[in-house]
């Protein structure tokens, strides 16, 4: 069969970079469907992140953004897959992790902490993976390590958010589940079907993203304790 030629919005199926992702690659803009459609999930939530918490201020413009431009990477990384997709996926999705771990260390620690708090570690992260890709799942899951210990460390100090988050972590761990199981010559596969297990990753992802908001900017001094009746 003839090679697909690459253009700077396609490359050959073989070449894609979501390739493990079970879902079959087509040769035109979306090349996994399914998938690629699903990412816009994070596109939807961001900007209803944006559009529909008004408290937070910063903090949560912020976050909703790092969601939405974590779905368009997401899209460009399933569909046409450029040769830059993987750095357009890996950028603000590791962000928005390293992100939510510095939002929970600034309400453990009761102050403000600096944007380089996240952004150093993303670029840091992104670049090693970019360099030496053997070392991207070690770069990436270290941010991914400590963003899960800070919020550990939160869930434990502030009673009060814990319903929220452990649904938010319910929602992520079936998701990333199913989405393991669904790889490539997992037994979840099935390359030509329309019920993805990635696609189901993206949304429950994305729907976990979604219930975490009211998290985020939370501080010390903003969680009160109603007291009980005696």
């Known amino acids: 069969m003839p090679s697909v030629a690459a253009t700077p919005w396609s490359s050959a199926a073989a070449d894609r970079p979501a390739v493990n992702d079970c879902e079959v690659f087509g040769d035109g803009f979306w090349g996994q469907p399914v998938n690629a459609l699903t990412s816009l999930a994070f596109v939807l939530v961001g900007l209803a992140i944006l559009i529909g918490y008004r408290r937070g201020g910063a903090t949560r413009v912020v976050y909703g953004a790092l969601v939405a431009a974590t779905g368009v990477g997401s899209v460009v990384f399933h569909g046409p897959a450029p040769s830059w997709s993987g750095l357009l996926h890996d950028v603000p999705l590791v962000a928005l992790v390293a992100f939510v771990g510095v939002d929970a ?49 939160r869930w434990y100090r502030r009673p009060l958010l814990r319903q929220t988050m452990a649904t938010a972590l319910a929602l992520l761990t079936v998701g990333a589940l199913i989405g393991t199981l669904s790889r490539s010559g997992g037994p979840l596969c099935d390359p030509d079907s329309v019920l993805q297990g990635h696609a189901f990753w993206h949304v429950l992802a994305a729907l976990a993203v979604w219930t975490l908001t009211p998290v985020i900017s939370e501080r010390t001094g903003s969680v009160q304790v109603v007291p009980q009746d005696r």
């Open 105 to 153: 260390a600034s309400d453990v620690a009761g102050r403000r902490l600096s944007p380089l708090w996240w952004v150093l570690p993303t670029i840091v992260a992104v670049t090693v993976s970019e360099i030496a890709d053997a070392a991207r799942p070690a770069a990436q899951g270290a941010v991914a390590a400590l963003a899960i210990g800070a919020c550990v460390v």
